[in-house]
């Protein structure tokens, strides 16, 4: 969010390539759970460009420090939000997160249809789009296979109803501790237009400049499955007690993929001394089986 709105301040280039702003955008952030220091302070570490006549930060904690009603479900909340779209006059909007901007009980369906129907007519009414970001349950770990969709989205169906698009993120779990910024899978599962494709952003440090970029890859779904495999075996490790002792049969069985693949996440867990092999009496043989040792890698100094 924060850098799709600095690189539309400046124009050019946005998001690999999807989109090409000739023309520089207007953004506006409501940031209702990092705050204008985290931000700021992110803004020195990455390096990013940007317009700061085209970029403001509207701080949540701050303007109810100054007695300011922000509160979208509330009359003077709602006056306040209009009060400065009219006077900003942004291309987009960022409210980030949305449950920072309300008072509201999200399970009730009238109440998050009001606020979602004033954020459409204000949209309207202020000629710019207005993204909320959100946030979704857990994944489900009794069906790790199953991926997030729009039914997943915290509280009632109104917002999802009624924005003309959804769409779901996911980060990577830094399975083996191996990648300083895990990639996030992205999917538009519900939009009024043409849907696009699923994607990926990585975020790297350019070696030359020092400046955190990022790389876009679309529709690479294998990969996806694979990598989101690698996390649900990083999550099996954690959740599995001490001294338990793990399977091929079962890992394949609780991250539904194949023998081969559990027996590869098994061996690569053992090099990260997160699992140890031992041999499992089975007749007139003898199977492998994997002993957790889950606080090794924190005891010997490593990623947790």
Request: glycine share 6%; with cysteine; aromatic share 8%.
């Amino acid at each position: 969010m924060q850098y799709l709105s600095c690189r539309l301040s400046i124009g050019g280039n946005i998001l690999g390539g999807l989109r090409t702003r000739q023309a520089p955008c207007k953004s506006l952030i409501f940031a209702g759970e990092t705050g204008r220091d985290l931000l700021l302070r992110r803004l020195k570490l990455t390096m990013w460009e940007c317009n700061p006549k085209l970029l403001r930060v509207y701080d949540a904690i701050e303007l109810q420090r100054n007695n300011v009603n922000i509160m979208l479900n509330e009359d003077a909340g709602r006056s306040t939000f209009l009060a400065i779209l009219a006077a900003e006059c942004p291309d987009i909007v960022f409210i980030d997160t949305l449950i920072s901007f309300h008072s509201a009980d999200e399970s009730k369906q009238a109440e998050m249809s009001g606020l979602y129907r004033f954020l459409l007519k204000a949209a309207h009414a202020c000629d710019c789009a207005i993204v909320c970001n959100h946030h979704t349950r857990k994944r489900n770990n009794k069906n790790p296979t199953a991926t997030l969709g729009q039914d997943d989205v915290i509280g009632t169906s109104a917002g999802v109803r009624l924005a003309a698009n959804v769409f779901i993120a996911e980060q990577e779990a830094d399975t083996f501790g191996e990648d300083e910024y895990p990639a996030v899978w992205v999917k538009n599962v519900k939009s009024w237009d043409a849907k696009l494709p699923p994607f990926s952003v990585k975020f790297y440090r350019d070696q030359w400049s020092g400046k955190l970029d990022y790389a876009v890859s679309w529709g690479d779904t294998a990969a996806a499955e694979e990598r989101s495999a690698k996390s649900r075996m990083r999550r099996l490790i954690t959740d599995t007690p001490e001294n338990a002792v793990l399977t091929v049969e079962q890992v394949a069985a609780s991250l539904a993929t194949s023998a081969d693949n559990a027996r590869k996440l098994l061996e690569k867990a053992v090099s990260y001394h997160d699992v140890e092999r031992i041999s499992l009496p089975d007749g007139a043989g003898a199977k492998a089986g994997w002993r957790v040792l889950r606080n090794s890698r924190s005891a010997a100094g490593g990623n947790s």
